[in-house]
């Protein structure tokens, strides 16, 4: 248990569908972040928010839409993915957004059919 | 620009053997190094953390880390390595402003019984 709950573990979607990834920190921090893992690449950043406000959007295509309610919440929105788009999505978070450690969660696996 | 280099994709132990996996970084100013590890089918868990100070860190599971600023490096090490050790381990650095965590390639560790 890392304080940084992601839910579904698994998801599979059409490349027409509409869904979401959700995470929660317990941790009463300020800073959270969605990571992607593909199978080839390194860890990517994709988005950070520090205090509900978005500061990076990694250059992520417009297909993934994060919104973040408030310090504790961070979804990631999905919408007409391509398959290349398969990955384990991790969502982190951390105290502030500088200088400090981050703590991921278990991931979300994504898979575009 | 930052970048962390970890040179064994794989390495092979026998459980009780010593483990030694090596991270090299590029990084202009005093870096802030970290040590993920990533079971199967699991997000990152915080194995260790270097800011300052003692350049010699301890973490969980019975690992620790040096930092060799003249070396750019902060590699991990075990002296005797479980079964369980089997897994995905991450070096990453930490660019302050922004929070950004660059990650290496990742080195995979099989445990040998």
């Known amino acids: 248990e890392t304080g940084v709950t992601q839910t579904p573990r698994h998801l599979v979607m059409g490349m027409t569908n509409k869904k979401s990834l959700k995470c929660e920190q317990h941790?009463?921090?300020?800073?959270m972040y969605w990571y992607k893992q593909s199978a080839k690449k390194p860890l990517e950043l994709m988005f950070v928010?520090?205090?509900?406000?978005?500061?990076e959007n990694n250059s992520v295509p417009s297909r993934f839409s994060p919104e973040c309610p408030n310090s504790s919440h961070l979804f990631l929105h999905l919408h007409t993915l391509q398959p290349e788009d398969s990955a384990l999505y991790l969502c982190?978070?951390?105290?502030?957004?500088?200088?400090?450690?981050?703590?991921f969660g278990e991931g979300s696996w994504l898979t575009v059919v | 620009a930052q970048s962390v280099t970890q040179p064994d994709i794989h390495i092979t132990v026998s459980e009780g053997a010593s483990l030694e996996l090596r991270c090299n970084y590029s990084y202009g100013a005093t870096p802030y190094l970290f040590w993920y590890v990533q079971s199967p089918g699991q997000g990152l868990q915080l194995l260790l953390k270097?800011?300052?100070?003692?350049?010699l860190v301890q973490g969980i599971k019975g690992f620790e880390a040096e930092f060799k600023r003249s070396q750019s490096s902060f590699n991990l090490r075990k002296p005797s390595v479980h079964w369980s050790d089997a897994a995905e381990y991450f070096c990453a650095v930490l660019k302050a402003a922004g929070n950004k965590l660059t990650f290496g390639g990742g080195t995979r560790v099989l445990v040998k019984p």
């Open positions: 928010y520090n205090f509900k406000e978005q500061t």
């Open positions: 982190a978070s951390s105290p502030s957004q500088e200088g400090n450690t981050i703590y």
């Open positions: 941790l009463g921090h300020n800073a």
């Open positions: 270097y800011f300052s100070g003692d350049t």
